[in-house]
C-alpha cells in the first residue's frame, strides 16, 4: 500500500528520535549559504565535504570541497569549483565518482531554468573530468557498484513518466554501457509515491545482504504551496528490482532552528549522505530550508536490511 507523507510522518514519530544535532559551520564563501552538502568522504587521505554554495536570492550555485579545521569547514586550496547544485559523491572501480545537477537556460519556457544531472569521475577531486551529461529535466541520478562489479543506476524522470518523480531502476555491466537512452527507458520502482507527491534517491550503499541501500527523499505540497521534504531509506533487490516499503529517518524538528531560503521552504530536510558507525549508530548529514548544512545521529536504518 502507498503511504502519503502525512502517514509515514505519524509512523516516524512513534520511533525513537535521533540525537545530537548540530549545525555546521562553513567559511570562505563571503555571505553565501552553504546547504545540500555530502557527507564527509576521504580524497588522498583527507575528509573532504562537497557543498552547494548559493546566495540567499538566487538559484546559481557553485559546488565547493570543504576541508575540517578547527571545527569550522573552509574552502580546500587549491581545489576546484565547479558550477552545479546539489553534489554526490560514490566510488566505481576505485575511481572517485562526483554528480550534480547542472542549470540551463529552458530551452522553450523563457525566463526559467532546465537542469540536467552531470558525472565527472577521476582518482581524487584535483583530476576529475565530465563523462556523462544526462537526460534534460532529471535530478536525483546516481549510481552504485554492486559486489560484482556491475552497476546500480537508480533515476528520477519527471512528466509523462514520472509525474512530479518517481523513482527507476536498471542494472549495467559497466560505466561504458551508461547512456541516456539507457536512463531514459529504466522502468520504474513501483507503489512507492502517491498522487501529487514525489521523491528521488540521494545516495546509495552497498549493503552486506547484497541489497542496496537508498537513502532519499520524499515529498509534497501543501495546500498553500508550502514545500514539505522529507528524508527516507528503503532498500533494493539489484537483483530482481524489489523494494520494501519507504520510511522516513528524521524530520525538520530533529534539526536546530535555522535559517531559510524562502519561507515556503522551511520545512524541507534534504537527504545528503549518511556515514554509518560500528556502534550501530549513524551520522546524517543533510540541507536544511535550502539555506543551511546540519548533521544528527540516528539507529543506522540499514541494519534492518542486512540481517
Known amino acids: 500500500m502507498i503511504k502519503k507523507c502525512e502517514v509515514l510522518v505519524e509512523e516516524y514519530l512513534e520511533k525513537e528520535q535521533p540525537k545530537n544535532p548540530e549545525k555546521l559551520s562553513f567559511t570562505g564563501v563571503g555571505e553565501r549559504d552553504v546547504y545540500n552538502i555530502t557527507a564527509p568522504f576521504l580524497d588522498n587521505g583527507e575528509l573532504v565535504i562537497a557543498g552547494r554554495v548559493e546566495s540567499r ?5 557553485d559546488v565547493y570541497f570543504f576541508v575540517n579545521q578547527n571545527g569550522v569547514w573552509m574552502p580546500k586550496e587549491g581545489a576546484t ?3 552545479l547544485q546539489d553534489p554526490f559523491v560514490t ?4 575511481e572517485l565518482i562526483l554528480g550534480g545537477v547542472e542549470t540551463f537556460p529552458h530551452p522553450t519556457n523563457g525566463g526559467a531554468l532546465g537542469w540536467r544531472t552531470v558525472f565527472y569521475k577521476g582518482s581524487s577531486i584535483d583530476d576529475l573530468t565530465l563523462f556523462l551529461t544526462g537526460p534534460d529535466g532529471m535530478k536525483d541520478l546516481r549510481l552504485a557498484e ?3 562489479g556491475s552497476i546500480a543506476v537508480l533515476t528520477r524522470p519527471q512528466g509523462e513518466k514520472g509525474g ?5 531502476f536498471v542494472r549495467i555491466s559497466s560505466l561504458n554501457e551508461l547512456t541516456i537512452e539507457v536512463i531514459e527507458d529504466a522502468p520504474l ?4 509515491f502517491a498522487e501529487g507527491e514525489w521523491g528521488g534517491a540521494n545516495e546509495l550503499h552497498l549493503l552486506k545482504s547484497g541489497r542496496v541501500g537508498v537513502l532519499g527523499h520524499i515529498a509534497r505540497f501543501d495546500e498553500e504551496g508550502n514545500r514539505h521534504y522529507y528524508p527516507m531509506v ?3 533487490n539489484p537483483e530482481t528490482g524489489e523494494h520494501t516499503d519507504i520510511q522516513l529517518i528524521a524530520i525538520r524538528d530533529d534539526f536546530l532552528a535555522g535559517a531559510s ?3 515556503d521552504l522551511i520545512d524541507v530536510v534534504f537527504s545528503g549522505g549518511l556515514v554509518r558507525k560500528e556502534d550501530g549508530t549513524a551520522v546524517f548529514y543533510a540541507g536544511i530550508s535550502d539555506a543551511e548544512a546540519h548533521r544528527i545521529t540516528i539507529k543506522d536504518p540499514f541494519l534492518q536490511y542486512e540481517r
Open 146 to 148: 554492486l559486489s560484482d
Open 261 to 263: 531560503k524562502r519561507t
Open 81 to 83: 569549483v565547479l558550477q
Open 57 to 61: 536570492d538566487s538559484e546559481h550555485s
Open 164 to 168: 512530479r518523480g518517481k523513482i527507476g
Open 189 to 192: 520502482l513501483d507503489g512507492q
Open 234 to 236: 528503503f532498500s533494493l
Open 91 to 94: 566510488k566505481i572501480s576505485g
